[in-house]
């Protein structure tokens, strides 16, 4: 997985608004270097040596740094996280220099640091995420688990566009159903399908190592039997009739194949979109009806939104 540095010159007064919007973001670590730190008078009584390096702080102000999973919905995330910090001037916080920098994280460095911020996480009634490396204790019976190791494909099952179609799995899966997940990732959402009681699963994506990642983490699942995972764009040459789609990919994906969703769907059948920001919302609910799915829920989750279409 790459990361993304955010990186913001700001004030003492703007420093805790702003680690909430990025936490809020989705940013797991929050680094504060503020000078004031760096000034401040320490005592050295029990021959204590402080070694703090000035390069380290700014001359002035603080710099708020967080880091961002490099995935396709970076590039709303930020400006997301922009609009949301100059809307902080509303309520006259003082946002100082607000000089914002991105830059990519050296991936050797990071190639383990990362999992640091990566910790179970419960993402919905039922489900908890848990990234391989850790250990957990299931507090009630009948949660149900997915154990990830995200690798470098998209997925540590926390985006809330991932938690919005878990979120609608967990409503319109039925034990028996046959699912297609369009653009699967590290595999979770077939792996939440399986887990939910699918009888098949067909898990398609175009880059092969999110093919890769999905199939050791089906395997470290138990749903290999169920799941079949390929590379595949969209939909193209896959055939029903099916009970479900589920697709966590950007709206201007999901418009280009709406139509054949709606082929290779059951009468009755369910089509999970999500990966939707709000401002493009209409555009694929229009989609959506324009091709004779009627929309039975909404989702939203911060600036996401998810539908679930039935084909009437
Ligand atoms: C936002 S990620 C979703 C991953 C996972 N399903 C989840 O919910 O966390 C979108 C995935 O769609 C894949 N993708 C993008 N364009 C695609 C296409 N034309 N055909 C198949 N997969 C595609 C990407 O490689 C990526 O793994």
């Known amino acids: 997985m790459k990361w993304s540095e955010f990186s913001i010159h700001t004030t003492q007064e703007a420093v805790e608004p702003i680690s909430n919007i990025l936490h809020e973001a989705g940013a797991s670590g929050v680094v504060i270097e503020d000078i004031a730190d760096y000034e401040k008078e320490r005592s050295t009584s029990l021959g204590e040596i402080y070694q703090l390096n000035p390069s380290d702080y700014p001359e002035e102000g603080v710099i708020v740094k967080a880091y961002l999973p490099v995935n396709s919905f970076l590039g709303e995330t930020v400006d997301a996280i922009k609009a949301s910090i100059n809307n902080l001037l509303i309520y006259d916080i003082d946002l100082g220099r607000n000089h914002v920098t991105i830059s990519e994280v050296n991936e050797e460095e990071w190639a383990t640091a990362w999992k640091k911020y990566y910790h179970p996480v419960k993402i919905s009634e039922k489900f908890t995420i848990v990234p391989t490396w850790e250990i957990y204790e299931p507090v009630s019976s009948d949660e149900l688990i997915i154990e990830l190791d995200p690798g470098m494909a998209f997925g540590t099952g926390t985006h809330p566009t991932t938690v919005l179609c878990i979120q609608a799995l967990e409503d319109t899966v039925v034990k028996g159903d046959t699912v297609v997940d369009v653009g699967t990732g590290s595999g979770v959402l077939s792996i939440a399908a399986g887990l939910l009681g699918a009888k098949e699963v067909t898990a398609l994506d175009l880059d092969h190592v999110a093919v890769e990642s999905a199939?050791?983490?089906?395997?470290?699942?138990?749903?290999?039997?169920?799941?079949?995972?390929?590379?595949?764009?969209?939909?193209?040459?896959?055939?029903?009739?099916?009970?479900?789609?589920?697709?966590n990919i950007l709206a201007e994906i999901i418009v280009r194949f709406i139509d054949k969703a709606y082929e290779i769907l059951k009468p009755n059948g369910t089509f999970i979109t999500s990966g939707i920001i709000q401002n493009k919302k209409l555009e694929v609910k229009e989609a959506l009806e324009r091709t004779g799915f009627t929309i039975e829920e909404t989702l939203v989750m911060e600036d996401w939104v998810a539908f679930i279409a039935k084909k009437k």
């Open 215 to 247: 199939k050791l983490n089906c395997k470290i699942n138990k749903v290999h039997n169920i799941v079949n995972v390929s590379q595949n764009n969209l939909l193209d040459g896959i055939e029903g009739p099916v009970d479900l789609i589920v697709s």
